[in-house]
């Protein structure tokens, strides 16, 4: 086959779902390099995203939405999944708390517990939790003022000295088997170092971006995980993380006030 059909009907292939390296071989027959070699054209191309492992369709690349949007939208789903991922904390825990609003809101549920300590990049956290008297570290970097949180070499730096027992994250965007989807690069590559450094990982997600590739910044999650997601999920996205074998998914019932 030509090598401009065979990264035609890659590309097909890729578009149409089959996201990853081995997947691919099996399927066209061809050795690794040679996937690599034509994926990695093709993302030159700007017809693909390379992921981790794999690859991704380019998707319709959104704006971010501003912080005073995201503060008011879904706020009682950001309410159900925050009580829902505080019944995961036990004292004793060190957490970590990533940036953005369903984080901010797990922040506020655990205003009154005394005997956890929180890392955070997350400034919106930080402001609930400090006036509470819980234990709070929180990890240096670049403020970014859309999300209220900091990231950058020296957050990276940071997180590499530290673990945590369980890590709260969020993101723009999930997507079964390919992972987070985020803004911007720095934002992606900084959950993997948080992902690295804990024993437990849960991500804190409304329903509306399940299987969202709004951003085409990724942070795979090759490991055990719990998806906290709200009761409006669309019951086929769910089924596609639980087949990963690797997703826990929980669904927060949202309250009807």
Not at 161 to 176: C, I, M, N, Q, S
Request: some cysteine; proline content about 2%.
């Amino acid at each position: 086959m030509k090598v401009e059909k065979r990264r035609e009907a890659m590309l097909q292939a890729v578009l149409s779902g089959m996201n990853d390296v081995a997947a691919l071989c099996e399927h066209f027959g061809m050795s690794e390099a040679t996937v690599r070699r034509d994926l990695r054209a093709l993302a030159d191309e700007r017809r693909i995203v390379r992921t981790y492992g794999g690859a991704a369709s380019v998707g319709a690349h959104e704006p971010e939405e501003s912080l005073d949007t995201r503060r008011e939208s879904f706020r009682e789903q950001k309410e159900a999944i925050a009580r829902a991922a505080a019944r995961h904390v036990q004292d004793g825990d060190t957490l970590f708390l990533d940036g953005g609003t369903t984080t901010a809101a797990l922040a506020r549920c655990l205003a009154g517990r005394k005997e956890v300590q929180v890392i955070t990049n997350n400034l919106l956290a930080v402001s609930a939790l400090a006036s509470a008297d819980v234990r709070v570290t929180l990890i240096g970097g670049d403020v970014r003022p859309s999300s209220m949180s900091t990231l950058g070499p020296i957050a990276q730096v940071a997180l590499s000295r530290l673990t945590f027992d369980k890590a709260f994250l969020g993101a723009d965007g999930v997507v079964a088997g390919r992972g987070l989807c985020e803004a911007t690069a720095e934002q992606a590559f900084l959950k993997e170092c948080i992902v690295a450094q804990a024993a437990s990982v849960f991500v804190l997600v409304t329903s509306d971006k399940l299987e969202r590739a709004s951003q085409q910044h990724w942070t795979p999650l090759e490991r055990d995980w719990t998806l906290v997601t709200d009761s409006f999920a669309d019951a086929a996205a769910v089924e596609r993380f639980m087949q990963r074998g690797s997703v826990t998914v929980e669904r927060a019932e949202v309250d009807a006030r």
